[in-house]
T-cell receptor, first 118, second 111 residues
């Protein structure tokens, strides 16, 4: 069964450093998402991406965050200058839909990248 | 912003027992989803609901989309040890891409 994959599984970085988290969504999906989950808390939406642009973002997704689909398979989340409070699990998700048409709401999640900022 | 109130926060049950959990919201949702998360892993979709009143089963799991579109419940029947984990409800409102998650229900099943 197709699945969302994420690399690395665990990333440790120093405060102020840039990190790039990588995701390979399910191949025929058109909508891509990033969520994060601080330890012991609920999953929170960061951003959605469709047709090579951000379609929605939360207040968490400030200027230090950016997303990119650099090729036909990868979807990345960049944190420009990490802070201690960025430590969390970051989940990529994808969902299917027809370009410009209806889509399913079912979002499939990857296994996550645990980001630790020291 | 939208919030989902998920209850209970945790349950300790014996193997073989049934368990129910629910989510409520002050907002109307167009979609309700139920996910299970094991430690250190991503949420795994259990059941997706798209219409008010919809009742859907997946093996021992049954979920319903409330008539008011502001609530949903998930039942697990005849629990087994591998049902252990955290169960999240999630919803999507019209006009928004994002899923709003509940705080989760931690299930412990004693063999």
């Amino acid at each position: 069964e197709p699945e969302v994959t994420q690399t690395p599984s665990h990333q440790v970085t120093q405060m102020g450093q840039e990190v790039i988290l990588r995701c390979v969504p399910i191949s025929n999906h058109l909508y891509f998402y990033w969520y994060r989950q601080i330890l012991g808390q609920k999953v929170e939406f960061l951003v959605s991406f469709y047709n090579n642009e951000i379609s929605e973002k939360s207040e968490i997704f400030d200027d230090q965050f950016s997303v990119e689909r650099p090729d036909g398979s990868n979807f990345t989340l960049k944190i420009r200058s990490t802070k201690l409070e960025d430590s969390a699990m970051y989940f990529c998700a994808s969902s299917w839909g027809l370009a410009g048409g209806p889509r399913t709401d079912t979002q499939y999640f990857g296994p996550g990248t645990r980001l630790t900022v020291l | 912003g939208q919030q989902l109130n998920q209850s209970p926060q945790s349950m300790f049950i014996q193997e073989g027992e049934d368990v129910s959990m629910n989510c409520t919201s002050s907002s109307i949702f167009n979609t309700w989803l139920w996910y299970k998360q094991d430690p250190g892993e991503g949420p795994v979709l259990l059941i997706a609901l798209y219409k008010a009143g919809e009742l859907t089963s997946n093996g021992r799991l049954t979920a319903q989309f409330g008539i008011t579109r502001k609530d949903s419940f998930l039942n697990i029947s005849a629990s087994i040890p591998s049902d252990v984990g955290i169960y999240f409800c999630a919803g999507r409102t019209g006009g928004s891409e994002k899923l709003v998650f509940g705080k989760g229900m931690k299930l412990t099943v004693n063999p």
